[in-house]
Nanobody
């Protein structure tokens, strides 16, 4: 059973940056997908970034060019570097894991097998 623990959330002004971390414990297998989703109050959870075991990445249009997903295999950690933050980025951010096929459907809640507890990001104008 995988466990995912997020950290790095906080409050920042518009235009600022944050880096989220997700520590992964357990064996994700040789072929896997890790990703980040977010959920704003009153809205559905949406996948925003994903990275597979080969290092291929995918992004939602809303964050493309501003956010970067990466992984450190030695540290079993996946990161989300968020730059040029906007008030619309305010949400609870969740780390998620799945098999390699999860990356093809990363925008969907049902793509993922395991979730972290989330970390709050608040961007003020």
């Amino acid at each position: 059973q995988l466990q995912l623990v997020e950290s790095g959330g906080g409050a920042v002004q518009a235009g600022g940056s944050l880096r989220l971390s997700c520590a992964v414990s357990g064996d994700p297998g040789s072929k896997y997908c890790l990703g980040w989703s977010r959920q704003a109050p009153g809205k559905e959870r949406e996948g925003i970034a994903a990275i597979d075991s080969d290092g291929s990445t995918s992004y939602a249009d809303s964050v493309k060019g501003r956010f970067t997903i990466s992984q450190d295999n030695a540290e079993n950690t996946v990161y989300l570097q968020m730059n040029s933050l906007e008030p619309e980025d305010t949400a609870m951010y969740y780390c998620a894991s799945g098999d390699v096929w999860s990356c093809a459907q990363f925008r969907s809640f049902n793509a993922w097998d395991h979730w972290g507890q989330g970390t709050q990001v608040t961007v003020s104008s």
